[in-house]
C-alpha cells in the first residue's frame, strides 16, 4: 500500500470513531424512533411488557396512530414542495444568468427525480429526526462530460459527518461517511485484487459488520487544505491565479492588477475504501461534502446536542392507546340527549356514571379489531360484549367494588351494582307526563282520549285537570265494562308533534326529562296498565313491544330493578321493587308496599348470569371524568369500567414513557 493510501486510512479509521461516539447516542434514539413508528421488531410494546402480555395470553395489539401523522406531514410537503431558486444579490448580479442557473438546477432535479429523494430525506427526518440525500456525478453516455444527480439515501444511519459541525447545514462539516453492505461477489468483480475484508471501526447501524456473503466498505469524503492565490485587477474583477493563469499573463494582456492575497481554501476528496486499502479516490468538484442533512428540532442541552423527531414525544400517547381494553363499537351508551353508539362517541361528549350523574367522556381508544370478545349476559336480560381485558367493578359475596377483567368473571358469585336514577335538569314539555303516560296505557291512539273505570274515572279527572288539561265531558265509551273517555282539548298538536297517535311510544324528551317529570310519567303508565298486590311487587302489563322497550330504559333512568317476560298471548310483563310511591290511584297506592329500601341487596343488582367467548369484532373504549372510573353501557345501563390502560400502565415496570 503506498504511504499516502495509508495515511488516508489512518486518519479516515480515526475519524470515523469520533463520528459514530458523536453521533451514537443520536442514531440509537433514531433507530428506536423507526422500529416505533413502523412496529418493527419489538415496535411499540416495551420488551418485558410484551413478554409478560404474551406469557398470559393477553393480546398486543398496535394501533398506529402515528403513521397517520407522518404520512399527513408527507402529503403536505408534496403539495407545497420547496424549490431552488437563483437570485442575482447586487447590482451588478446577472438576471438572465440567474435564470439559466434556475433553469440547470430545474433539469437536474428532473432528471434525478429528486423529488424522491426530498420526500426520503424529510420522513426520516420526521420519523427519526434525521435524514439524508446526496450528490453524485456520472459520465453522461458516449460523453467525457459528468452529469450531476440527486440521489436519496435510503439507510439514514448509514451516514456518519463530522459531529463538530456547528452550522445547521454541515457546510462546515471537516469530513463525512456514507456506510454500505456490499455482496462479496459484486465486491469481487468490482475489485478483484482488494482482499474482501471489511471496514474496521465501531460497530454500528450493522452490528457486527460481519456477515456470510457482504462485505462493508465506506465512501469517504474530506476537505484538503490548500492556499489560493487571488489578484484583484483595476476593473475590480477577482482572478484565482494558479496553472495558466499568471501574473505575467495577466499583464501581457494589458490589465492591472491593484491587489492580491493569499486565501486559506480547501479541496473536497473522495475515496472509497475498506479495512484494508483505499479502493477508489478522485477530488470532489464542489467546496462542500455533497451530503445534505435534512434533521429535525436541533436542541443543545448542557452542552450536548440532541435532534428530535415528531414521533419522539408522541410515544408514550402511542403506546397508550395499545393498552386500551374496550367494548364493542355497537354497545349503546346513554347519553342525556338519548342513545347512541359507542363508535359514534367522541372525547367531549357526555354520558353518565354509576351515580346517574352526566360526566365528560376525556379520552377515546381508536377502532381496534382483537382476535376474541366477550359476550356478558345479566339477569335483566341485557348484554354487553367487551374484549378480555375490559374492567369491570363487581360485587363479589361480601366484597364489593372489586375492579376485575372480562377474563376472571365468576358468573357464580359475581353481580353489578345498578346506576342510580339519572340526574337531569327538568324539561319543558308541552304534554304533562302524567298525562302522557295515563294516556299511553289507556288512552286512543288515534285522539287524545283516556279510557277509565268508572269507579275511577272521577279521580283520573280531578289528576288530569290539576295538570292543566281541559276536558269535555265524559262520555260512556263501553257500556259493558262501565268504561269512560276523557277527551282532552287543545292539546292534540303536540301529540302530532311528538308523532304520538297511532304510533305509541316514550319521546326520548321524557326519557330525558328530570327525575320528577319521570317518576310523574311511570306513575302515568301505573294508574293505567300496572297493579299491585298486598305483599307483592308491582306489575305493569302492555301488550306493544315498543311501549314495553320503552318502559324498561324508563325503569333504568330511574334506578329501579325489573325482571321482564313475555307471555304465550304475547302480553309484556315487568315485575318491579318499588322503593317510593308508582302510583296516583288511591286503591293502587294503598296496596304498595313502600317500606323497602334500595340498598337490599336483591333489588339493587345485576347478576352476571352468563359470559361466552365469541369471534373477534371492532371494539373501543373511552375514558370519563368520573369519580370511581364507571360509566353506563348498553341498553340495560350497565355501570362498566373506563379503561384498564391507566391501570396497566402504572404497573409497568420500568415501562420507558
Not at 302 to 324: C, T
Request: hydrophobic content about 35%; overall charge neutral.
Amino acid at each position: 500500500m503506498k504511504k499516502e493510501d495509508k495515511d488516508i486510512l489512518d486518519l479516515a479509521k480515526e475519524r470515523y470513531k469520533i463520528a459514530c461516539e458523536g453521533w451514537d447516542d443520536v442514531y440509537k434514539e433514531a433507530s428506536n424512533d423507526l422500529k416505533f413508528v413502523y412496529d418493527i421488531d419489538e415496535g411499540q410494546w416495551p420488551p418485558q411488557i410484551r413478554a409478560a402480555r404474551e406469557r398470559d395470553g393477553r393480546p398486543v395489539t398496535t394501533v398506529n396512530k402515528l403513521q397517520k401523522f407522518v404520512r399527513q406531514l408527507r402529503g403536505d410537503l408534496q403539495q407545497n414542495r420547496p424549490r431552488v431558486k437563483v437570485i442575482p444579490v447586487d447590482d451588478k448580479g446577472d438576471v438572465q444568468m440567474a435564470e439559466l442557473y434556475s433553469g440547470l438546477i430545474r433539469q437536474i432535479e428532473y432528471l434525478s427525480s429528486a423529488e424522491i429523494a426530498y420526500d426520503t430525506g424529510y420522513m426520516h427526518a420526521v420519523s427519526c429526526s434525521v435524514g439524508y440525500f446526496r450528490l453524485i456525478t456520472q459520465f453522461g453516455e458516449n460523453s467525457f462530460d459528468q452529469d450531476i444527480y440527486i440521489k436519496r439515501i435510503l439507510n439514514p444511519l448509514s451516514v456518519r459527518l463530522d459531529p463538530s459541525a456547528v452550522e445547521f447545514t454541515f457546510e462546515d462539516a471537516k469530513y463525512g461517511f456514507i456506510e454500505e453492505l456490499v455482496d462479496k461477489k459484486e465486491f469481487k468483480k468490482l475489485y478483484p485484487k482488494a482482499a474482501v475484508t471489511d471496514f474496521e471501526g465501531k460497530k454500528s447501524l450493522f452490528g457486527d459488520w460481519l456477515y456470510k456473503d457482504k462485505v462493508r466498505v465506506v465512501e469517504y469524503f474530506y476537505k484538503e487544505p490548500v492556499e489560493k492565490k487571488l489578484v484583484q485587477l483595476s476593473t475590480r474583477e477577482v482572478i484565482e491565479l494558479g496553472g495558466e493563469v499568471t501574473k505575467e499573463d495577466i499583464e501581457a494582456k494589458g490589465f492591472t492588477i491593484v491587489q492580491e492575497r493569499t486565501e486559506q481554501a480547501h479541496q473536497v476528496k473522495w475515496c472509497r475504501m475498506n479495512g484494508a486499502e483505499v479502493l477508489e479516490k478522485a477530488d470532489w468538484a464542489g467546496k462542500y461534502i455533497p451530503i445534505i442533512p435534512v434533521l429535525g428540532d436541533e436542541i443543545v442541552v448542557e452542552g450536548k446536542k440532541y435532534y428530535l423527531s415528531l414521533a419522539r414525544g408522541a410515544k408514550g400517547p402511542q403506546e397508550m392507546y395499545n393498552y386500551w381494553a374496550d367494548l364493542s363499537i355497537k354497545t349503546m351508551i346513554c347519553t342525556p340527549n338519548g342513545w347512541d353508539t359507542l363508535e359514534n362517541i367522541h372525547i367531549g361528549d357526555s354520558v353518565f356514571d354509576e351515580k346517574g350523574k352526566p360526566c365528560k367522556v376525556i379520552g377515546e381508544s381508536p377502532t381496534l379489531n382483537k382476535e376474541k370478545s366477550y359476550k356478558v349476559m345479566f339477569s335483566n336480560g341485557s348484554f354487553v360484549v367487551a374484549s378480555a381485558d375490559h374492567l369491570w367493578t363487581v360485587n363479589r359475596g361480601s366484597e364489593c367494588g372489586k375492579v376485575i377483567q372480562t377474563r376472571d368473571i365468576d358468573i357464580d358469585n359475581d353481580s353489578i351494582s345498578l346506576t342510580e336514577p339519572l340526574d337531569l335538569p327538568e324539561k319543558e314539555l308541552k304534554i304533562p307526563p302524567y298525562v302522557l303516560g295515563l294516556w299511553l296505557s289507556d288512552g286512543n291512539s288515534r285522539y287524545t282520549e283516556i279510557f277509565a273505570h268508572k269507579k275511577t274515572v272521577d279521580e283520573l279527572a280531578g289528576y288530569l285537570v290539576a295538570d292543566g288539561c281541559i276536558l269535555s265531558p265524559k262520555r260512556i265509551a263501553c257500556k259493558e265494562t262501565e268504561t269512560y273517555g276523557l277527551y282532552m282539548r287543545g292539546i292534540r298538536k303536540y301529540f302530532v308533534n311528538y308523532g304520538l297517535l297511532n304510533n305509541k311510544h316514550i319521546p326520548t324528551d321524557y326519557l330525558r326529562a328530570s327525575h320528577m317529570q319521570r317518576l310523574e310519567l311511570l306513575r302515568g303508565l301505573m294508574d293505567g296498565d300496572g297493579s299491585c298486590r298486598s305483599g307483592h311487587q308491582v306489575r305493569f302489563a302492555s301488550k306493544s313491544n315498543q311501549l314495553a322497550s320503552d318502559f324498561s330504559e324508563l325503569l333504568y333512568t330511574l334506578g329501579l330493578k325489573g325482571n321482564y317476560n313475555q307471555d304465550k298471548d304475547g302480553i309484556n310483563h315487568f315485575y318491579f321493587t318499588a322503593y317510593m310511591p308508582v302510583f296516583k290511584l288511591k286503591y293502587k297506592l294503598e296496596r304498595q308496599i313502600t317500606g323497602r329500601k334500595k340498598n337490599e341487596k336483591q333489588s339493587c343488582r345485576y347478576r352476571i348470569v352468563f359470559i361466552e367467548e365469541i369471534e373477534g369484532i371492532p371494539t373501543k373504549c373511552i375514558t370519563v371524568d368520573s369519580p370511581n372510573s364507571l360509566f353506563l353501557a348498553g341498553d340495560g345501563m350497565i355501570p362498566t369500567h373506563n379503561t384498564s390502560a391507566t391501570e396497566t400502565v402504572a404497573l409497568a415496570p420500568k415501562s420507558p414513557f
